[in-house]
């Protein structure tokens, strides 16, 4: 249950370091095929703001990967349900807000992390 737990911590850190990226640096031309909901004509007038974002991701990113090498199990379960929840909350925002699309590439992953690591301290 451990190993799994952590490929969701590395699959979660690796979509927000992703996220990064994309706001951040290539937001005029990448951004207009990652985000089809966002007029194209806005992407240039948006790249302050994606940046940004961009950069909250890689906070988000940063906590899971701390998360990873962390060698106490308790307090690797503590850090990783903090920024997994961190992740959820943005994700269920943004589907709320944006596109019901984020719930099921940001949040539902997050959700299920959660759950499965709060079941590995059960067993």
Same mark, same amino acid.
């Given at each position: ?54 950069? !909250?991701?890689?906070? #988000?990113? +940063?906590? =899971?990967?701390?998360? /990873?090498? %962390? ?32 719930? !099921?590439?940001?949040? #539902?992953? +997050?959700? =299920?992390?959660?759950? /499965?690591? %709060? ?5």
């Amino acid at each position: 249950m451990e190993f799994i737990v952590k490929i969701l911590i590395a699959i979660v850190a690796v979509l927000h370091c992703y996220f990064l990226y994309v706001e951040m640096f290539p937001w005029t031309s990448k951004g207009p095929e990652v985000f089809k909901t966002i007029p194209p004509d806005q992407f240039e007038n948006l790249k302050v703001m994606a940046g940004n974002q961009g950069l !909250y991701n890689g906070f #988000l990113s +940063a906590g =899971l990967i701390w998360a /990873l090498f %962390i060698k106490n199990i308790e307090w690797q379960h503590h850090i990783g349900i903090f920024f997994w929840a961190c992740v959820a909350i943005a994700g269920v925002y943004g589907a709320a807000t944006v596109s019901i699309r984020i719930f !099921y590439v940001q949040a #539902l992953p +997050a959700l =299920l992390a959660i759950m /499965l690591s %709060i079941i590995q301290t059960w067993l």
